[in-house]
């Protein structure tokens, strides 16, 4: 069983720039594909990337499309979020999950959730 613990997150002006991680535990961390979530006080919980455990496929949300990069590192059982040109909007606790195979964009898809980290962009 994969085990997850995002880190990175942090207080940035608008403009700025932050890297999360999502470390997983467990030596089949390969066969995951990997989603960022976000949610914000007050609101669901919404899809922001995606990629597949190969790396080879990624998708992003519309809202942050074009400024946030998702990646990882199999050979580290890491997957990281590149989130630049941040925007108060995206203040929120920011999740990685996990689902064995198949990449998917929808929150209840996938089974495996790190504690989350607050990300919070102030204006």
């Known amino acids: 069983q994969v085990q997850l613990v995002e880190s990175g997150g942090g207080l940035v002006q608008a403009g700025g720039s932050l890297r999360l991680s999502c470390a997983a535990s467990?030596?089949?961390?390969?066969?995951?594909?990997m989603g960022w979530f976000r949610q914000a006080p007050g609101k669901e919980r919404e899809f922001v990337t995606a990629?597949?455990?190969?790396?080879?496929?990624?998708y992003y949300a519309d809202s942050v499309k074009g400024r946030f990069t998702i990646s990882r590192d199999n050979a580290k059982n890491t997957v990281y979020l590149q989130m630049n040109s941040l925007k108060p909007e995206d203040t929120a606790v920011y999740y990685c999950a996990a689902r064995f195979r198949v990449v998917a964009t929808i929150a209840p898809a996938y089974d495996l959730w790190g504690p989350g980290t607050q990300v919070t962009v102030s204006s």
């Open positions: 467990g030596h089949t961390f390969s066969s995951y594909a």
């Open positions: 990629i597949s455990w190969s790396g080879t496929d990624t």
